[in-house]
């Protein structure tokens, strides 16, 4: 089974609009942590927001925001008032802290973002 | 900018040559992640070294070796390359304690053809 989900390849949204960009995890360990990764046309990885599991609020950095549901393990990003420069691919990822994969990122296969002006 | 640097930002080669990719991690982390993208596979993790010595291994294949040096930066070597090998490579960086979050950092990417 895919331990990221990320079930939209595309989405559009009108610039200063809201919009949401779905992610499913499925791991059995306690202690996990889920990042979301932004990459623009130009290739590189930046990192925008991070949830540990043991976290009882959600995260939230600037317009980025982290909607965190744990029992139905899902960590969605809300980008609020979108801008242009938002258009990307945007990526969750997820560290689990125990076994052998206990370092390095899973990630999903990613979300298109259109920012429609 | 993150911090991390990767070299060459592009590197187009043949089929059958070995190439070396380079990463410098940002100041003060000791852990570095290596980390392939292309489009079929995706993201997949490669390899990461902490402090000098390999820590974990992933989806590497044994014609990719890599290694960090004593001033912390880390080299990928491909060799035998074949078309498939072609993808967007990244360093990321942490500071490797273990504990989350240790985020990861990553570097532009060196993009590689092989013709």
């Known amino acids: 089974a895919q331990k990221i989900t990320q079930t939209q390849p595309g989405m559009f949204v009108q610039e200063k609009e809201a919009v949401t960009l779905d992610c499913t995890y499925d791991t059995s360990d306690q202690s996990y942590g889920l990042f979301w990764y932004k990459q623009p046309s130009s290739g590189e990885m930046i990192f925008l927001i991070y949830?540990?599991?043991?976290?009882?609020q959600n995260a939230t950095e600037g317009r980025y925001s982290l909607n965190f549901q744990k029992a139905r393990k899902s960590a969605n990003l809300v980008i609020s008032a979108s801008q242009l420069g938002d258009s990307a691919m945007y990526f969750c990822?997820?560290?689990?802290?125990?076994?052998?994969?206990?370092?390095?990122?899973?990630f999903g296969k990613g979300t298109k973002l259109s920012v429609i002006p | 900018d993150s911090g991390v640097t990767q070299t060459p930002k592009h590197l187009i080669t043949a089929t059958g040559q070995r190439v070396t990719l380079r990463c410098s991690p940002r100041?003060?982390?000791?852990?570095v992640y290596w980390y392939q993208q292309s489009l079929d596979q995706g993201l997949q993790f490669l390899i990461q070294y902490y402090n000098g010595e390999e820590r974990a291994k992933g989806n590497i294949l044994e014609r990719f070796s890599a290694q960090q040096f004593p001033d912390l930066h880390s080299e990928l070597n491909l060799s035998s390359l074949e078309l498939g090998d072609s993808a967007l490579y990244f360093c990321a960086s942490s500071t490797g304690q273990g504990a989350l979050p240790d985020t990861q950092y990553f570097g532009p990417g060196t993009r590689l053809t092989v013709l």
């Open positions: 100041s003060g982390d000791l852990s």
């Open positions: 949830q540990g599991s043991y976290d009882e």
């Open positions: 990822a997820m560290r689990e802290v125990s076994g052998a994969g206990s370092y390095q990122l899973t």
